[in-house]
């Protein structure tokens, strides 16, 4: 296949990595993909990244539902861009691996966004000698390591995250990573404490606007009161709001940095009821509001389309 259309899609994500150019979009339909150490085999450049793109909504493969990138027990990262820069990667849900997404080694101006870590061995996501990553939008849960690590990551962004339960630090920050800009997360019951931040590190930290609180959670075990692995389909980190019907408001709604706008999560929400978020951002993760499809637009059990596209 050439990967150029529905019908010609490639089967792998890393089929794809390893035939774009700068420029290039990979939209990938909804299914699980048991594949790591997914990395583009060039750079972008700053006027044309490269793009992976979760085709959650299935408007140009067809496929319309969560994708999701099982690491298989892997050793590495399920998203490893390892020495390329200008790349982005958006809307995936990545577990089971050493770690959720690794940005390594000269990887810099890397951007992950609206991305989902659970259940990995390792860290959620991490950045080891690599600069300038940004993070926005980001969920990292139920893994046995930092929600999020920075090792010699110099200048990292981290917006909009979500860092809760999980087996170490929710951020951890070392080894010369300095310039940490955060803004609008959510840091709340991991093992050692919320963030680390070593001396080492301290230089340009700037650190505002972050709640290391009870965030009230709705419900993020979901009824089968299983956090992540295989129960990991029901688990939600709504926030408690009294206009979506629970009992208070959680300190995280209308608190942030910024309006919704401004951090580009207008159109989606923290709520149960699924209204957009609107005015000053709420912190932490926001969801996807699904867009409602018709026949043609369901998933299909079988099908799996990685479909790459050429500026």
Known sequence: NDGRSPSSAFKTITKAASVVAAGSAVYVGAGTYTESSISPIVSGTAGNPISFIADVDGNRTGDAGNVIING?????????????????????????????VLVKTNANFVTIRNIIAHSNSGDG??????????????????????????????????????????????????????????????????????????????????????LIADPQFVDPNGADNILGGSGATDDRFHLSQIASGQGSNSPAL??????????????????????????????????????????????????????????
Do not use: C, W
């Open 254 to 311: 209308d608190s942030g940095s910024e309006t919704a706008s401004a951090a580009g999560l207008s159109d989606r929400t923290t709520r149960t009821d699924l209204v957009a978020d609107g005015g000053t951002v709420d912190r932490g993760f926001h969801y996807r509001i699904p867009v409602a499809v018709g026949l043609s637009g369901l998933p299909k059990s079988q099908a799996v389309r990685v479909q790459l596209t050429v500026s």
């Open 72 to 100: 298989g027990g892997s050793p590495s990262a399920v998203i490893r861009p390892n020495g390329r820069s200008y790349i982005v990667f958006d809307g995936f849900i990545v577990t089971n691996a050493a770690a959720g």
């Open 125 to 210: 996501f991490a950045v080891l000698e690599a600069s300038s990553a940004t993070f926005s939008n980001i969920l990292s849960y139920n893994n046995g390591g930092d929600g999020i690590e920075l090792d010699t990551g110099v200048n990292v962004t981290i917006r909009n995250g979500t860092f809760a339960y999980n087996g170490d630090y929710g951020m951890r920050i070392e080894e010369d990573s300095t310039g940490a800009l955060l803004r609008d997360n959510v840091i709340y019951q991991n093992t050692n404490g919320g963030i680390k931040l070593a001396a080492d590190s301290a230089g340009g930290y700037d650190a505002a606007y972050n």
